[in-house]
């Protein structure tokens, strides 16, 4: 079992940067596919960034390349998602999530995630 808390989100202005931290306990992640997803109210949780195990390959949704980075720390058990030049439509809550086994590509569907953690809010004004 694995449990998942994220931190630092908060209100920002359009043009702002954000870092969100995900801190995985109960048993180590390092063997772990680890992501982040977004939800806006009205609008189904989806797929932002997925990063494997090693750390050596990476994945971003289209609108968020060039200004989303996720990175990892297996000595820490933490994952991070740098959020630079944040827009208005980056406003959603925020989930870390983890998959054991599995392609990083098969993690791009919300359906397929074994361990999620509870959010962390992302709001970014006009």
């Known amino acids: 079992q694995v449990q998942l808390l994220e931190s630092g989100g908060g209100l920002v202005q359009a043009g702002a940067s954000l870092r969100l931290s995900c801190v995985a306990s109960g048993r180590t992640m390092i063997t772990y596919n680890m992501g982040w997803f977004r939800q806006a109210p009205g609008r189904e949780r989806e797929v932002v960034a997925t990063?494997?195990?090693?750390?050596?390959?990476?994945i971003y949704t289209d609108s968020v390349k060039g200004r989303f980075t996720i990175s990892r720390d297996n000595a820490k058990n933490t994952v991070f998602l740098q959020l630079n030049s944040l827009k208005p439509e980056d406003t959603a809550v925020y989930y870390c999530a983890a998959n054991y086994g599995g392609s990083l590509v098969s993690m791009s569907s919300a359906g397929r995630i074994d361990y999620w953690g509870k959010g962390t809010l992302v709001t970014v004004s006009s």
């Open positions: 990063i494997g195990w090693s750390g050596a390959n990476t």
